[in-house]
């Protein structure tokens, strides 16, 4: 079996998921990371050997055969760019762009390479999602007809809160929907099998200004320093939407990362004409088919009772395998290319790059607008 050199771009928080989970599969070596900020302490850490702050360097320099970019959206372009032009596979932090002429670019040119390419929307490959998918296409629920669920958190309620996220420069347009919104439509859609093909959208930011830190602040991180600078903010903090599907279900969301005590919530619910199907974060390893004639089936992860997905299940039944595990799952693909790919790929990353500007749209206009693919 082959081993892949891989270098990771952008040390954050996700950057060192992407680290731990490549480390899991055995047949990846990390060989250098990348980074702005006390890149020399992260590496030592970390047990890496090759450190860079230019990304270019590290990839005429070092024989790499795949780059992680987790860095801040507004770079995802050039970075991702430079090393498709250098024959080099490219897996993403979504969004994958901060526009969609950007990401149409940088699908055609990983098209054009035949270079591998993934968007990492890891939430597909949870087991019981990847059988969720399974189960709609086998008709256990019937005809799909409404979709309805939830993506919220809580960790920008505070004013005092602060991410490079909330800057439209680097985050692009949207922001809870580009940051959390695109991770439940891509797997809505992906679940489904349906695409949505119109939205009515509603934004609402709580905060217009908040206290960015003078210090560096991490994702996730609580800035409680009386040492800031006041910031106005242009993206929002909440959106609800309304869909329409491309087989006549309607569906509607809502994000949110101003939800107090709620630290990561993701639920989706399938009504069909035969069962619902519901799945939730909170509840990661079970499919729950609810009937209204007879009791719910609840089917937690197990190899037995999830053949068709048995492939993303490494440990037994009622052994969590959480987080950390999806991302190992999605590498895994990614690395080792099965028959069966599940995990998204640029084509993808672009899809979410028209919804987001499209709900930009509606929520700018207050209309319902139309999802035009991109020729």
């Not at 998918?133 to 993506?151: A, D, H, P, R």
């Not at 299940?313 to 595990?325: K, L, N, R, T, W």
């Not at 987001?356 to 206009?365: D, G, W």
Request: proline residues 3%; aromatic residues 10%; negative net charge.
């Amino acid at each position: 079996m082959k081993k892949f050199k891989t270098a990771v771009i952008g040390t954050g928080f996700i950057g060192v998921v992407h680290i731990e989970a490549l480390r899991r599969l055995g047949n990846v070596e990390v060989v250098a990371i990348c980074d702005t900020f006390n890149v020399e302490e992260k590496a030592k850490q970390l047990y890496i050997d090759n450190t860079f702050t230019d990304y270019k360097k590290m990839i005429d320099q070092l024989d790499l055969d795949f780059v992680h970019v987790c860095t801040p959206n507004n770079t995802h372009y050039p970075i991702a760019k430079y090393a498709l032009e250098n024959n080099i596979n490219v897996v993403l932090e979504k969004p994958l762009t901060l526009n969609i002429k950007e990401a149409k670019e940088l699908a055609e040119l990983a098209e054009s390479k035949n270079l591998i390419n993934a968007v990492n929307y890891h939430n597909r490959l949870y087991p019981a999602c990847a059988y969720a998918k399974t189960l709609v296409e086998q008709g256990k629920i019937g005809n799909v007809f409404s979709v309805n669920g939830t993506y919220i958190q809580d960790w920008l309620l505070y004013d005092t809160d602060y991410s490079w996220r909330l800057n439209s420069n680097e985050s692009g347009l949207t922001r809870a929907v580009a940051d959390i919104g695109s991770h439940w439509m891509d797997l809505v859609e992906y679940i489904t099998g349906n695409k949505i093909t119109e939205v009515f959208a509603e934004f609402k930011t709580v905060h217009p200004r908040r206290k960015k830190s003078l210090g560096e602040t991490k994702t996730f991180s609580t800035n409680k320093s009386d040492n800031y600078e006041l910031i106005d903010i242009d993206t929002e903090d909440m959106a609800m939407i309304m869909y329409r599907f491309d087989n006549g279900a309607i569906g509607n969301a809502t994000f949110s990362q101003m939800s107090a005590g709620i630290k990561n919530r993701i639920e989706m619910l399938l009504s069909g004409d035969k069962a619902s199907l519901e799945w939730n974060l909170a509840n990661l390893t079970d499919v729950q088919i609810r009937y209204r004639d007879k009791p719910t089936e609840i089917i937690s992860k197990d190899t037995i009772l999830m053949p068709e997905v048995k492939d993303l299940i490494d440990y037994p039944s009622e052994h969590m395998e959480g987080f950390p595990d999806a991302f190992k799952q999605v590498f895994k693909q990614v690395y080792n290319q099965p028959k069966r790919k599940l995990y998204a790929n640029f084509k993808d990353g672009l899809r979410q790059m028209i919804l987001n500007e499209k709900i930009y749209e509606s929520a700018r206009t207050s209309t319902w607008v139309k999802i035009d693919e991109v020729k």
